[in-house]
């Protein structure tokens, strides 16, 4: 007996404060978001000492009275729920009543708020969860939250708080994520005495990206499409055009229903979206509002509210993915954008205001380094697709293109530049290309770049992966028509299962057929392997198969089971691909180029590297020193 004791107020209050108040920044957090959901139009907020010496959040919304400006210090005090029966359908960013007393027992709080008709506000003062005074003020309507000398009484905490640059970056950095979520709400943010950033209440998502991350950086994004209207989960926002990418999700900035989260479920759908636009260990570049009814999402799985939980993940996943891939299709025509020549980002800040911000930008991306070869390699045997499939040429050749076929290498100068001779004869015309003629072909450097002039700049298409895009767009409108071509083993293998995982593969052989694979029940959970699809190594066929039985089952999970097949054709495709060193002859480069005009996306291949870049005017203009950098 006398083992359990209730913990007295002071404490649970320091206990709870441990889980809401991490450092100034989750002040910082608690308090705007209260601004917010008080109907504020504009926000202010200050800093000292990276906000432990002083954080500061103004807020013009609709104030309190002195009652509840007392009750507000109270645990679990809220205006924002009545019965548990709004819990489950929670509109507001915060509810649950422990921000304010939570920050009041860790510091040296004053509170300062009016109502709008009130001839006078209110005045109270509390130091570590004690109230020391209360009494009128005299101040403009709204409220100002003032915490000082944060964890002074919990000095175990305080010593856990990093540099004042790092903490001041963590509440540059919330501030930037609300102001982007909220964009009819006007945000200052001032640190030790200097402004950092003011920004105007926003008409639209894309002033307020503009004022915050720059013009660039506003063009580097793909806008979504609107939604239909047939999903109850509406997606909008901005997500980075093709080459526009991240080694980490620093810049992957997610809001459900206005609140800044984390979720698998939107992650997974970005990538699913984004698919073959975007290379290995990448990241996207997303503003990106998901929006539902409130019962349909739980805001009460996370002590910090960072994280949510849907009722129907499934439908976020694929509202999700849809509307990224809108975003990419709609960049189709938006070539200039697309192919702009990427950049060091450690070289492209803003100074804006005094502050430098990463600008979401392009990164450079190394070239292929595919295999130096004289010829390309043949299709596979037993085949009837051509790596380079015939179709009727466009109604601008001149006459029809013959499949890609390698010359034998002859020696070059060092600079490799073949000018096409056909196509720059003194009699014939130059080659146009695109829709409108909008590309003059010019050459090919170190048998690899195709050189194309526009009335933007010097346009570099890397032929290899231009011709990995056109085979994958064309073997995955033959998977998706489920004319996926097979080829058989020399001698059939045989595969072994667990009983479960017998029943499981038999219900999903059509599935499997549709890819290519050759397999047939053989009894006793035992299966007949004798073709496997065309574009896919001979080696190792069992460990092929379990691969995609394994990534069948994971597709159970949301994943389109095409998406297998693409996957299993993106990794093979390149085998089949002109390599660096082939050398084409000017109708073959011609069918080559308009083949990768005519895809769904032509800017990347289907790794996500890119497939042509752009160096603008402006930028060769500054390397000859022409126009001052």
Request: one cysteine or more.
């Amino acid at each position: 007996m006398g083992l359990i004791q209730l913990l007295p107020d002071a404490v649970a209050s320091q206990v709870a404060a441990g889980e809401v108040v991490e450092r100034p920044a989750s002040v910082v957090k608690e308090l705007v978001e209260n601004a917010l959901d008080a109907g504020a139009r504009n926000i202010e907020v200050t800093i000292q000492r990276g906000g432990a010496a002083l954080t500061r959040v103004r807020d013009d919304g609709r104030g309190m009275d002195r009652p509840d400006a007392l009750l507000c210090l109270e645990r679990h005090a809220t205006s924002k729920l009545r019965t548990g029966a709004d819990l489950a359908a929670v509109s507001t960013l915060g509810f649950r009543g422990e921000a304010v007393p939570s920050i009041a027992s860790v510091s040296k709080f004053r509170l300062v708020t009016r109502e709008a008709h009130a001839l006078a506000g209110t005045e109270v003062i509390v130091h570590g969860g004690k109230v020391v005074s209360v009494r009128d003020a005299g101040d403009a309507p709204g409220t100002v939250v003032e915490a000082r000398s944060l964890f002074f009484n919990l000095p175990a905490r305080r010593k856990f708080l990093r540099s004042e640059q790092t903490e001041s970056a963590h509440v540059e950095a919330l501030l930037h994520a609300l102001a982007l979520g909220h964009e009819g709400v006007g945000f200052t943010f001032l640190r030790d005495g200097r402004e950092v950033f003011r920004v105007p209440p926003a008409a639209r998502l894309a002033d307020r990206v503009r004022d915050l991350l720059g013009a660039d950086a506003l063009a580097e994004l793909a806008p979504i499409p609107p939604s239909d209207g047939k999903s109850a989960v509406r997606v909008r926002g901005f997500v980075g055009r093709v080459g526009v990418h991240r080694g980490t999700r620093a810049a992957q900035l997610v809001f459900v229903n206005g609140r800044p989260v984390e979720n698998a479920a939107v992650s997974h759908g970005l990538r699913e979206g984004y698919h073959t636009a975007l290379m290995k260990g990448r990241h996207p570049v997303t503003v990106l509002f998901v929006e539902l009814p409130p019962g349909a999402v739980d805001v009460n799985v996370h002590p910090a509210k960072r994280e949510v939980r849907f009722h129907r993940p499934s439908d976020v996943h694929a509202a999700v993915a849809a509307a990224v891939r809108g975003a990419l299709e709609g960049t189709r025509e938006g070539w200039r954008e697309a192919m702009a020549a990427p950049q060091d980002e450690t070289n492209r800040t803003d100074t804006t205001n005094g502050t430098d911000k990463a600008r979401l930008s392009a990164e450079p991306v190394a070239p292929s380094t595919p295999e130096l070869a004289p010829g390309r390699r043949p299709a596979p045997p037993h085949s009837s697709y051509t790596p380079y499939p015939s179709h009727p040429p466009a109604p601008s050749a001149q006459a029809p293109l013959p499949a890609l076929a390698a010359s034998p290498p002859t020696p070059e100068p060092s600079l490799r530049l073949a000018f096409p001779a056909e196509a720059f004869a003194p009699a014939a015309a130059p080659v146009q290309l695109g829709k409108d003629g909008e590309f003059r072909l010019l050459g090919v450097l170190h048998r690899l770049y195709v050189l194309l002039e526009s009335k933007d700049g010097l346009v570099l298409v890397d032929q290899h992966a231009a011709h990995e895009r056109v085979l994958f767009e064309e073997l995955r409108r033959r998977l998706e028509a489920g004319d996926a071509l097979s080829q058989q083993l020399l001698l059939p293998v045989t595969l072994h299962l667990a009983p479960r995982d017998a029943e499981w593969t038999e219900r999903h052989l059509p599935a499997l057929r549709r890819l290519g694979f050759g397999l047939e029940p053989f009894g006793g959970g035992t299966f007949k392997l004798d073709a496997l699809p065309v574009v896919t190594p001979r080696e190792e066929p069992l460990r092929l198969l379990r691969e995609v039985l394994e990534a069948l089952r994971a597709a159970g999970a949301g994943q389109p089971r095409t998406r297998v097949g693409e996957d299993i054709i993106a990794k093979t495709v390149c085998r089949h691909a002109v390599k660096a060193n082939d050398r084409l002859r000017p109708p073959e480069i011609e069918r080559l180029l308009s083949d990768l005009l005519a895809c769904e996306l032509p800017y990347c291949c289907p790794h996500g590297r890119p497939t042509m870049i752009l160096l603008g005017h402006s930028e060769i203009e500054r390397k000859f020193g022409r126009r001052a950098p």
